[in-house]
Nanobody, 122 residues
Framework: VQLQASGGGLVQAGGSLRLSCAAS????????RGWFRQAPGKEREFVAA????????YYADSVKGRFTISRDNGENTVYLQMNSLKPEDTAVYYC????????????????WGQGTQVTVSS
């Protein structure tokens, strides 16, 4: 079972990136999916989550209105569209999958991807 995050990179402040997290080895169509991030020297923090059907989403206050999480169960993939990026969004972004509803808590997610680096320059 593997979650493969991609789409990270270097972007100027105000720019956009779209992260993808493709799953393989099993289907996660009935799992909640989440995105978290970890900046150097900081703890991993919640960014966004989506329930299994995609009709319920949940965002950290710091990204609300700028980031959008979505999913394609047919492709076993979750996305994170990031707009109006700020230098403080710089971090390694991790995708995760867990049973139950969308959650902001790391312990609610049993499966994790390897992370993709997002760097926002000022």
């Amino acid at each position: 079972v593997q979650l493969q995050a991609s789409g990270g990179g270097l972007v100027q402040a105000g720019g956009s990136l779209r992260l993808s997290c493709a799953a393989s080895g099993r289907t996660f169509s009935t799992f909640a999916r989440g995105w978290f991030r970890q900046a150097p020297g900081k703890e991993r923090e919640f960014v966004a989550a989506i329930n299994w059907s995609g009709d319920s989403t949940y965002y950290a206050d710091s990204v609300k209105g700028r980031f959008t999480i979505s999913r394609d169960n047919g492709e076993n993939t979750v996305y994170l569209q990031m707009n109006s990026l700020k230098p403080e969004d710089t971090a390694v972004y991790y995708c995760a999958a867990g049973r139950g509803g969308s959650s902001r808590y790391l312990n609610d997610y049993a499966y994790w991807g390897q992370g993709t680096q997002v760097t926002v320059s000022s």
